[in-house]
């Protein structure tokens, strides 16, 4: 039996892998950047650092011209990755 952050983790990494055109624009347009914060934080909670940082990457880089009342939480996704970044190297 699958847990629920598996379940989630399926559901979205199936959404991201789904190709562009299949997608409904509008919707990705939306949802890419939060899919991407919200795998870094179930990838985290797995002790996954690897794929936890690629995808806190992926959305830091898709937020980082984003409007000056979301760059805190911006911040907050590059500080968790310098954190398991220096976890990746002890």
Do not use: C
């Amino acid at each position: 039996m699958t847990s629920a952050p598996d379940s989630a983790i399926a559901t979205y990494e199936r959404y991201l892998a789904t190709p562009y055109h299949a997608k409904p624009i509008e919707l990705d347009h939306f949802a890419l950047a939060g899919t991407h914060k919200r795998l870094g934080e179930l990838y985290e909670a797995r002790s996954d650092r690897q794929k936890a940082i690629s995808h806190y990457t992926q959305f830091v880089e898709l937020w980082k011209n984003a409007d000056p009342d979301l760059q805190p939480k911006v911040a907050e996704v590059k500080q968790r990755i310098v954190r398991l970044t220096d976890a990746e190297r002890r």
